[in-house]
């Protein structure tokens, strides 16, 4: 069907390099991409939209977030958000692994040292061979 003889064909155990597949992906063809996957809000905080509804739901159990599968934003960045914000909280400690400089998750704890809450990050700054 394809016109291909046995000598076109290199079998090789295991899979290539495909990272040059990413100049195909560039292209603007939009019928052959995949819809951008959007992560859903995780039931046990959706019905719940106030400010302090994190803490609200954490303390009726515990709960499990599946990500991507699950909103980051909705859950986990949330979270943060809240903490920094609410008076009762003193003290963050937190590990960040593969963060941006403009992450909500930065910002929020840049935001509650400066409301002076302790504020403990422990940042991965270098990054593997296969990352930027």
């Not at 909280?89 to 963060?99: A, F, M, S």
């Amino acid at each position: 069907e394809l016109d291909v003889h046995p000598g076109d064909v290199i079998e090789v155990p295991g899979l290539l390099d495909l990272s040059s597949l990413w100049q195909i992906y560039g292209l603007d063809r939009p019928a052959l991409k995949d819809r951008t996957f959007v992560p859903a809000t995780h039931p046990a905080f959706a019905e719940r939209e106030t400010p302090k509804s994190i803490f609200a739901t954490l303390r009726e159990g515990d709960v499990l977030v599946h990500h991507p599968y699950y909103s980051f934003s909705t859950s986990v960045q949330r979270f943060i958000e809240q903490a920094a914000a609410d008076p009762n909280v003193l003290t963050i400690k937190q590990t960040l692994y593969r963060t941006s400089g403009d992450s909500p998750i930065v910002r929020a704890l840049i935001d509650a040292a400066e409301a002076g809450k302790q504020v403990v990050a422990l940042v991965e700054i270098k990054a593997r061979f296969d990352e930027q």
